[in-house]
């Protein structure tokens, strides 16, 4: 009887972790490879905050922007990639910027009307000498043009 306790108990954690996971998802509207939600989780050694956004003007500029913040006594990368959808997607524009425990890039760029386009943001913590000790891939809302 306790051995069926167990195993119910431990279907039901699983089934409210996977249930948690999607509502994050659905609330940020981003996606985050080895995560689901835009608020960057402990297991990311240095790193305190990552983020970033997309917006497009009517005269077709691409307003991009990133921020990575570490803890002190590391430095934050963060590499912006702007992509377009052609049937697969490819980066037409990358930026990069290192700096002492917050790293910010606001970047602007002019696209072509007919696609749709989005940010893949990788984020790193570094150590000083420049070796990476962690980093986070995410990707903004696709955005039409």
Known sequence: MRK???ILLSGIML??????AETAETET???MESSYCSTIVPY??????ANNNLNITASGSAECSAKTQTDSGYDAKVKIELQQKNGS???IK????????????????SVSKG???RLKTTH?????TGKTISSINMYSDTVEY
């Not at 990311?44 to 905050?49: A, C, F, K, P, Q």
């Open 4 to 6: 069926i306790i167990v």
């Open 15 to 20: 089934f409210s972790v996977n249930v948690f």
């Open 29 to 31: 509207g981003k996606h």
């Open 44 to 49: 990311y050694t240095g790193i305190v905050s």
């Open 89 to 91: 997607w490819s980066t």
């Open 94 to 109: 990358t930026w990069t910027n290192t700096n002492d425990k917050i790293a910010i890039l606001s970047k602007s760029y």
């Open 115 to 117: 696609y749709l386009y």
């Open 124 to 128: 790193y913590c570094l150590d000083k």
